[in-house]
């Protein structure tokens, strides 16, 4: 596709459930960035990804968090047992590389624990 | 640890005028710095790229400039319009594979 897609747009679950959400990158970006934004502040880096390896996870705030991108292309958060204060806009963004191109970035998913 | 600080005030502005944000960093020295805006509900976008062997960087309306002396970047918008309203995200390179460590962002609102 044309741009980073991030599904679900939004996401509800209850507390304790576990949730998994998807980053599509652009076709072809080497390097996959998961970022945390909370209401009213900048992302937060959790992980980053080049191709399929797992470069930088200095980021997740606790070992329910886990990410994964299998063959070098979409990726996954899990975040397992929800907690409230998981809720925020989780951002994938992605590219051919950072330190010339910038990212490019998703909508996000909303994630709202209740 | 290391630290970065934007305008925590939303900034407000006549259009038409030059609006300047501010972005400082303590505790690291980044090779580059980026400049994104976010409108609400959307993810960051890219504008601008400066190298820290770069004084300024000019795109269309969009200057910006980097001190490494004052550890301070400042990105103006020259002529502001009312579409320029948003939130504009500083983000310094921590040197470490081209992950980037963002600001608070300034939110900008320009008034026709």
């Known amino acids: 596709g044309a741009g980073v897609s991030q599904s679900p747009r939004y996401k509800v679950a209850k507390r304790g459930q576990d949730v998994a959400l998807r980053c599509d990158p652009i076709s072809g970006h080497v390097s996959l960035f998961w970022y945390q934004q909370a209401l009213g502040q900048g992302p937060e880096f959790l992980t980053y990804?080049?191709?399929?390896?797992?470069?930088?996870k200095s980021g997740l705030p606790s070992d329910r968090f886990f990410a994964e991108r299998p063959e070098g292309s979409v990726s996954t958060l899990k975040i397992q047992r929800t907690q409230q204060e998981d809720s925020a806009v989780y951002l994938c963004?992605?590219?051919?590389?950072?330190?010339?191109?910038?990212?490019?970035f998703g909508s996000g998913t909303r994630l709202t624990v209740v | 640890s290391q630290k970065i600080e934007q305008n925590s005030e939303a900034l407000n502005i006549q259009e038409g005028k030059t609006a300047t944000l501010t972005c400082n960093y303590t505790?690291?020295?980044?090779?580059?710095l980026q400049w994104y805006r976010q409108d609400p509900g959307r993810g960051p976008v890219f504008l601008l790229l400066?190298?820290?062997?770069?004084k300024e960087k000019r795109k269309e309306r969009l200057k910006v400039t980097f001190d490494t002396t004052l550890k301070q970047s400042l990105f103006h918008i020259t002529a502001s319009q009312p579409a320029d309203s948003a939130t504009y995200l500083c983000?310094?390179?921590?040197?470490?594979?081209?992950?980037?460590?963002f600001g608070q962002g300034t939110e900008l609102s320009v008034k026709p």
């Open positions: 983000a310094p390179s921590p040197n470490q594979g081209g992950k980037l460590i």
């Open positions: 990804f080049q191709n399929e390896a797992q470069l930088d």
């Open positions: 963004a992605s590219s051919p590389d950072a330190e010339v191109y910038g990212y490019t």
């Open positions: 505790n690291y020295s980044p090779a580059y």
């Open positions: 400066i190298r820290e062997n770069e």
